[in-house]
């Protein structure tokens, strides 16, 4: 018997859709599934400790052989509501921001509009746990996933970085993809593949298994985050990958 392909994904309410298929595929014979921070996913990938991750798309330059192994992924067109600069002022007043620790791809594409879109200097500190409590007066904060949805109201200020790579860009943002570092069963990743088609399909039972208050979870897996990865969302891609490696 081969050994089983370690897939690992995010716990995040953004995979549910896409977890939700591959969970009850009879992909999950061939496979273990491990769940993380996004950040650690792209270490665990290069130190080989798994074969497959949904991971953010900015780590992919700093692991040889990455590559896209499915058509899905975690995206958006415009909002995306989970992905957002905090603050209790204007853009034109922020001086400090705090960057969210479980996502490079948030973290440099904040960095990123802040210089070309914003055209707006700042001081950059890396957040420590319960950040949060300190985004106040001139000091925002990059808040990610559920944490952020949960936020939306709490704060005088609201900038989707999703938002502003599209007035930036006019293209479609990636934010993860499930990526593998070296080649994968044709078969298998065919199976991955269709699972991931599936649960997109679920989503009403999706949202019916998932208590949250804090926003219309029907609207985040519908207009929110754009699972397909199709042409536009890849030229996206490769425009961010380039911008970051400059």
């Given at each position: 018997m081969s050994a089983k392909i370690k897939v690992a994904g995010v716990s995040y309410l953004n995979t549910k859709p896409l977890l939700y298929g591959i969970e009850r595929s009879p992909v999950m014979n061939d496979m273990e599934l491990l769940l993380d921070y996004p950040a650690n996913l792209a270490r665990d990938l290069q130190e080989g400790k798994i074969d497959m991750a949904l991971m953010p798309v900015a780590a992919m330059p700093g692991i040889p052989g990455a590559h896209i192994v499915s058509d899905y992924g975690i995206a958006a067109d415009g909002h995306v509501a989970s992905v957002c600069i905090f603050s209790m002022v204007p853009m034109e007043e922020i001086e400090t921001v705090y960057l969210d620790y479980q996502s490079r791809?948030?973290?440099?594409?904040?960095?990123?509009?802040?210089?070309?879109?914003?055209?707006?200097?700042?001081?950059f500190k890396p957040a420590t746990e319960n950040y949060i409590e300190y985004i106040n007066g001139t000091t925002a904060g990059v808040i990610i996933g559920d944490r952020?949805?949960?936020?939306?109201?709490?704060f005088e200020y609201v900038y989707d970085l999703a938002g502003g790579w599209k007035e930036y860009t006019g293209l479609p943002f990636v934010f993860a993809a499930w990526i593998a570092n070296k080649p994968l069963p044709a078969d298998f990743l065919a199976a991955f593949n269709a699972a991931n088609a599936e649960g997109l399909k679920?989503?009403?039972?999706?949202?019916?298994?998932?208590?949250?208050?804090?926003?219309?979870?029907?609207?985040?897996?519908?207009s929110?985050?754009?699972?397909?990865?199709?042409?536009?969302?890849?030229?996206?891609l490769e425009r961010f990958l380039h911008l970051i490696q400059q």
């Open positions: 791809t948030s973290v440099r594409l904040a960095q990123l509009l802040f210089e070309k879109h914003w055209k707006k200097e700042v001081v952020a949805l949960k936020q939306l109201t709490n679920h989503i009403d039972t999706v949202v019916a298994e998932t208590p949250f208050p804090y926003y219309d979870l029907k609207q985040y897996y519908t929110d985050i754009h699972y397909l990865l199709d042409e536009e969302k890849k030229k996206g």
